[in-house]
């Protein structure tokens, strides 16, 4: 299973995504942009999408919370140790309140690694994230496992107009 992404005005996103009503597509919204996403066996219905192998998954997207995307940049040679690090969190995460899924997702022709949680909301995700090491410096600065610094996107289901 591959998941895709791609970004732009949240009206150009919503047309695509009522063009395919039978496609697991995403609309998710965030400041100044809005991000679609589409999972699937097959090829994507999107004309320019950034590809990602699903490395681990948990729960059903829903598109009713908060979603957090841990984007990190992994050298070559830090990828098998961060693949070992950080693709087994389903047990870390499964029966937190609040959570709803998880992707751990390897980008096709690049060096991002992604983490993307749905929440029900920030508070949600705020509690798991002290209780679990994604502190990713730390490992960095031990490793040198980053090829740039990892940073966080957090977007919500639905764009401000419609809450």
């Known amino acids: 299973m ?31 942009n809005s991000l679609l996403i589409h999972e699937t066996d097959n090829k994507t219905v999107f ?6 192998e699903i ?11 908060y979603f957090v995307l841990h984007h990190i940049p992994v050298s070559e040679e830090g ?14 995460i499964e029966n937190e309140p609040g959570f709803i899924a998880l992707r751990v997702l390897k980008q096709i022709k690049s060096d991002t ?3 993307l949680t749905e929440w029900s909301g920030p508070s949600s995700y705020d509690v798991w994230a002290k209780t679990v090491s ?6 960095a600065d031990k ?17 401000e107009e419609e809450a």
Do not use: C, W
């Open 79 to 92: 990828k098998p140790i961060f693949e070992f690090k950080y693709t087994n969190l389903s047990p870390t």
């Open 55 to 65: 490395l681990e998954s948990l729960g059903q997207i829903s598109e009713k919370g």
């Open 134 to 139: 994604l502190d990713f410096t730390n490992v």
């Open 113 to 115: 690694y992604i983490i």
């Open 143 to 159: 490793q040198k496992l980053f090829t740039s610094a990892p940073y966080v996107s957090t977007y919500h289901a639905q764009s």
């Open 2 to 32: 591959n998941l895709y992404m791609t970004s732009g005005t949240p009206e150009f996103m919503q047309s695509i995504k009522k063009k395919h009503p039978h496609d697991r597509i995403f609309v998710l919204h965030g400041t100044g």
């Open 47 to 52: 004309q320019v999408p950034r590809k990602y």
